[in-house]
């Protein structure tokens, strides 16, 4: 027990309030707190060091307070004792401590003099601070970050354009780098042919690094996983029959770990690790494995989802590709029907009523009047024979070329809408082949009606120009601007259907409102060299 100081009777009450204060802060610190003697021994301890180190204060009151530590702490403890006796200052250090069932506990220990009011030291203040539970605080934050960024690095898995397989792989690849697993592999369930499909498959031995591999499930220490629904640890498995197979054995695999990959109560794989050495498999680590396993099994499904919508687009694209060159046939046929059959007889008509008015005497007054009127009237319609065959599919295009396809097309515009129209096509006799011609000539088509019908334009600017690698066609109008909302509208059924027709060749149909007035299509599609 620390004595007081004897004397004056103010020093004295000083000293008890100090006594009063000291028992406080004992009691009630979360730090264990240890009061010796000046010559090192243990007077008080505090609730918090029996909660560390495990004995009660009757236990360790007066034996000495280095006696909690290893040698070398202890010997460091006793040359400190000697600097706070002298009231010198001591910094902060560590020290490893015993407890009382034997296991190590590191601290961090600060020791101060406790004075009188004389200024001598009539104890020593130890306060110990458990560097274990702050070692594993941040021991678990930095597995934290550590799962946080393999999270980050999975999910730029669903960003890339690798197939389907590569992506498993790359999967994988992240999955053995995050556990320290030399083997692993994602196996998904065919419920159809109770089978399971092995992906990424990853090993140190070479048979082991394939893309893809089916069994039956029966064969394989996945499907004992996928039919139980839990996870299965087993050290020394290959000693074990009913775990046999023949991958493990070239492997020579001592540890398997095999978790589920669940997407809500739906089972669709196994996640498999596979290690060359019997481990421990530490709840931590459980718990890591399964997250990857969760994880693994989000990316999958949603990456299948992705890839599965990508070839249903693709498809429906070719599918409208398909659909556009049949409706363009079919124009093109339909046309040359109309113009060479329906031409060809109108054009018969008009000579044979030519003939007739010839032979007809002058007297016959009201059928030579008759047969003009019949002759104008069939006049008209060979004249709308080859306006209704141009629109289906203009000769222009098939014979002279794009160039000569949109000057037409222009020029026609301008006698319809009324309105003044610049164009500039460079080179003059611009000729692509069939497909992408009747592309761009439809877009321009396509471009021009919208004028046409939404715009209120004054004038318009076509200009075609191609180069080695590119072919670039511009419509601008200084009508009313198109709407922002209507440029992404799926709705927009025209403003689609234009850009789908430059998808196969990886071109682009971009549409800017100008900030001065009016809209602007361009349209950037790659050339054969």
């Given at each position: 027990m620390l004595s007081k100081k004897a004397g004056n009777p103010a020093n004295y009450g000083e000293a008890d309030t100090a006594q009063l204060y000291l028992a406080e802060v004992?009691?009630?610190?979360?730090?264990?707190?240890?009061?010796?003697?000046?010559?090192g021994t243990i007077d008080r301890w505090s609730p918090a060091a029996g909660r560390l180190f495990g004995y009660k204060a009757a236990q360790v009151k007066g034996k000495p307070i280095s006696a909690l530590m290893l040698r070398n702490s202890s010997g460091a403890l006793r040359g400190i004792l000697k600097q706070v006796?002298?009231?010198?200052?001591?910094?902060?250090?560590?020290?490893?401590?015993?407890?009382?069932?034997?296991?190590?506990?590191?601290?961090?220990?600060?020791?101060?003099?406790?004075?009188?009011?004389?200024?001598?030291?009539?104890?020593?203040?130890?306060i110990a601070r458990d560097l274990s539970r702050r070692q594993r605080g941040r021991a678990a934050l930095e597995r934290r970050n550590r799962e946080l960024e393999t999270f980050h690095?999975?999910?730029?898995?669903?960003?890339?354009?690798?197939?389907?397989?590569e992506t498993y792989c790359d999967i994988v690849d992240g999955i053995r780098v995050a556990t320290g697993f030399p083997i692993a592999a994602i196996a998904l369930y065919d419920e159809s042919r109770q089978a399971i499909v092995f992906h990424g498959l990853r090993g140190e031995h070479r048979h082991l690094s394939r893309s893809s591999i089916e069994l039956p499930i029966d064969e394989t220490v996945s499907g004992i996983v996928i039919r139980s629904g839990k996870p299965l640890t087993e050290k020394h498995v290959l000693n074990q029959s009913k775990y046999r197979s023949k991958f493990l054995r070239g492997a020579r695999a001592q540890t398997f770990v095999g978790y589920p990959m669940k997407i809500g109560m739906k089972i669709i794989g196994c996640l498999n690790l596979a290690h060359t050495e019997s481990i421990e498999i530490s709840p931590d680590m459980a718990r890591w494995i399964e997250s990857l396993a969760n994880y693994a099994a989000v990316l999958t499904e949603r990456k299948r989802s992705e890839d599965e919508l990508q070839r249903s687009r693709e498809?429906?694209?070719?599918?409208?590709r398909h659909v556009q060159d049949v409706v363009e046939e079919e124009r093109k046929r339909i046309a040359r029907e109309i113009h060479d059959a329906l031409g060809q007889e109108l054009s018969l008509l008009q000579?044979?009523?030519?003939?007739?008015?010839?032979?007809?005497?002058?007297?016959?007054?009201?059928?030579?009047?008759?047969?003009?009127?019949?002759?104008?009237l069939v006049d008209v319609s060979i004249r709308s024979v080859q306006r209704i065959s141009a629109d289906l599919r203009p000769a222009l295009l098939d014979n002279l070329g794009l160039g000569a396809a949109v000057e037409w097309l222009v020029k026609r515009f301008v006698k319809r809408a009324r309105m003044s129209c610049e164009i500039s096509i460079d080179p003059p006799q611009l000729k692509l082949d069939p497909e992408r011609s009747t592309a761009l000539f439809r877009i321009l088509q396509e471009a021009m009606t919208n004028v046409l019908r939404h715009a209120r334009a004054t004038n318009v600017g076509v200009h075609l120009v191609k180069s080695d690698k590119l072919i670039i066609m511009t419509v601008r109008d200084n009508g009313i601007g198109i709407p922002p909302d209507r440029i992404t509208d799926s709705k927009s059924v025209g403003l689609?259907?234009?850009?789908?027709?430059?998808?196969?060749?990886?071109?682009?149909?971009?549409?800017?409102?100008?900030?001065?007035?009016?809209?602007?299509?361009?349209?950037?599609?790659?050339?054969?060299?």
């Open positions: 004992i009691n009630s610190s979360h730090d264990a707190i240890i009061v010796g003697t000046p010559d006796r002298r009231a010198e200052r001591v910094e902060d250090f560590e020290a490893v401590c015993i407890a009382k069932d034997g296991h190590r506990v590191d601290v961090s220990l600060t020791v101060s003099p406790i004075k009188d009011a004389s200024g001598m030291v009539v104890g020593i203040l130890v690095e999975l999910s730029d898995v669903l960003l890339s354009t690798r197939s389907l397989e498809q429906l694209r070719e599918l409208s000579l044979e009523l030519g003939l007739i008015q010839e032979q007809l005497p002058k007297s016959e007054k009201q059928l030579r009047k008759k047969t003009r009127e019949m002759s104008k689609t259907g234009m850009r789908e027709r430059v998808l196969p060749w990886g071109g682009r149909v971009d549409f800017i409102r100008l900030s001065t007035k009016g809209t602007e299509v361009v349209v950037t599609l790659p050339v054969r060299p």
